[in-house]
Nanobody, 123 residues
Framework: QVQLVESGGGLVQAGGSLRLSCAAS????????MGWFRQAPEKEREFVAA???????YFADSVKGRCTISRDNAKNTLFLQLTNLKPADAAVYFC?????????????????WGRGTPVTVSS
């Protein structure tokens, strides 16, 4: 089992930035690929970014160029930094853990999920 707890959400002005954290505990964090997904009201959960244990990173087109994903394996923590926020970025953001060798851009590949942290963007 891997337990995931997100933090860092809140109200951000459009054009601003945010940094989300995800603390992992339980099974070895380093053996998993980690991802961020988000879900806006009445919309499906969508992929945002992912990072493999090996370091490979992946980004949704909607955040490419203004998103950074990183992980501190020593501290079992995953980070997401998003800049130039837009109203369309408002959602509940979830972190998730998947086997290292999997398709990290699809939600069904992930075995463990946090409860999410809400992000509101004011225009």
């Amino acid at each position: 089992q891997v337990q995931l707890v997100e933090s860092g959400g809140g109200l951000v002005q459009a054009g601003g930035s945010l940094r989300l954290s995800c603390a992992a505990s339980g099974r070895t964090f380093t053996s998993y690929a980690m991802g961020w997904f988000r879900q806006a009201p009445e919309k499906e959960r969508e992929f945002v970014a992912a990072i493999r244990w090996s370091g490979g990173t992946y980004f949704a087109d909607s955040v490419k160029g203004r998103c950074t994903i990183s992980r501190d394996n020593a501290k079992n923590t995953l980070f997401l930094q998003l800049t130039n926020l837009k109203p369309a970025d408002a959602a509940v953001y979830f972190c998730a853990a998947a086997p290292e060798y999997t398709v990290v851009t699809v939600a069904s590949a992930y075995e463990y999920w946090g409860r999410g942290t809400p992000v509101t963007v004011s225009s």
